[in-house]
């Protein structure tokens, strides 16, 4: 093949997931494998950032001719962006590389879901195939999967039941600064009194009363947990919980009477940047404790198995101790009262790194070496 450098287009690098996917980028010294091109819809015209490759204009976003420029596009611009560019894109003859972090285009039959410790035979033979579009799963699903990525391998899993504690961040960087405020506005605002009851209950009526900054979020999330996340879907799913499954068994290529039920509950919490999750399994046949704890570990390096004791779950099992690295975290690892077929685990990971922003950044790097 070429070895000229591939061009590359950042689209939506402004926004939090192209952010994280630019430190990716810059740690791992990849500008110097392509030329970058950088997208905007507001700034066009503007001073291009300069990552060491010569500094250009940004280019239009909407602009069909400015687009085929590139050979590859990531975009983290979201959904509609997506809607509203990629068929127009396609039908005007463009043949590039689509890597795309929203949702979009995930179950489309001519895309394929990327999450390359699992599926990397299958991302190999998209591209001998000849496959152009590459999308990140929903978060939940890449950290759960890469949880239980070694189970899933060895065809352990039955089922699974998941309660998530999502991070705010999953909600969008106006939402997480809305969080924010919220907790600015708490510490400056709070009752100061001996009564703890009497400071819990204004505490609640406040955030109650709607004085509480809310864009984005519509609800108080301080001192609250949402348990609703997403659209609703016809059979009380919401979206969230929804995505769980399709996601999950398109990622595995599963034959439908193979696939794996999971279902569960999606609950956005009052932490920054990191997706916890509660899983029940059920096992396909009975497998000794050691043995499981060896499977996970041995799926992939990212995996940190944290043993089940209260120091240890404490220090490093939480979103705080996980954040801003590529670390899955994984413990709580038991069976469970129901039988010894059933398994419980906890894990924790970064929502804007394995989450969103990583799976996109290691699709770039396979694609830069089948493309030399």
């Not at 997480?176 to 009851?197: E, G, R, S, V």
């Not at 704890?293 to 940190?304: D, G, S, T």
């Not at 790194?353 to 770039?364: C, I, K, Q, S, Y």
Request: charged content about 20%; overall charge neutral.
């Amino acid at each position: 093949m070429h070895h000229n450098k591939p061009k590359v287009g950042l689209i939506g690098w402004r926004g939090m997931v192209g952010t994280v996917l630019l430190q990716r980028l810059v740690e791992e010294n990849q500008f110097q494998e392509i030329e970058a091109l950088f997208y905007s819809s507001s700034q066009v015209g503007n001073v291009a950032p300069d990552f060491g490759q010569q500094s250009d204009r940004l280019l239009d976003v909407y602009n069909l001719q400015m687009l085929s420029k590139a050979n590859i596009l990531i975009v983290c611009q979201g959904n509609k962006y997506t809607q509203d560019v990629y068929q127009k894109l396609r039908q005007s003859g463009w043949t590039g590389y689509w890597l795309d972090a929203s949702s979009a285009l995930r179950l489309h039959a001519d895309s394929i879901i990327v999450l390359d410790p699992l599926n990397r035979q299958h991302i190999n033979q998209a591209l001998c195939q000849g496959m152009k579009t590459f999308v990140g799963a929903n978060c939940t699903v890449s950290l759960l999967m890469l949880a239980i990525a070694g189970l899933l391998q060895a065809d352990l899993v039955d089922w699974i039941s998941t309660a998530s504690y999502q991070a705010i961040s999953g909600a969008g960087a106006q939402a997480m600064q809305t969080f924010i405020k919220q907790l600015q506005w708490t510490a400056h605002d709070l009752p100061n009194t001996t009564n703890i009851l009497a400071s819990a209950k204004t505490i609640s009526e406040k955030l109650m009363d709607n004085a509480l900054p809310a864009k984005q979020i519509n609800s108080p999330l301080l001192a609250n947990v949402l348990p609703w996340i997403d659209s609703e879907m016809s059979n009380g799913q919401t979206r969230e919980e929804w995505k769980a499954g399709v996601e999950l068994n398109k990622i595995l290529q599963l034959e439908t009477d193979k696939q794996i039920a999971i279902d569960g509950t999606c609950v956005r919490v009052g932490t920054i940047r990191s997706h916890a999750q509660a899983i029940t399994l059920k096992l396909k046949r009975c497998v000794p404790i050691d043995d499981i704890e060896q499977y996970i570990l041995q799926a992939h390096p990212w995996v940190k198995l944290v043993p089940n004791q209260r120091k240890e779950t404490l220090a490093k099992l939480t979103p705080l101790a996980v954040s801003n690295t590529l670390n899955i975290a994984v413990g709580r690892v038991r069976k469970m009262s129901m039988g010894e077929e059933y398994l419980n685990l906890f894990t924790v990971g970064d929502q804007l790194l394995w989450g969103a922003a990583e799976p996109l950044h290691r699709m770039l790097s396979i694609l830069i070496d089948f493309l030399n």
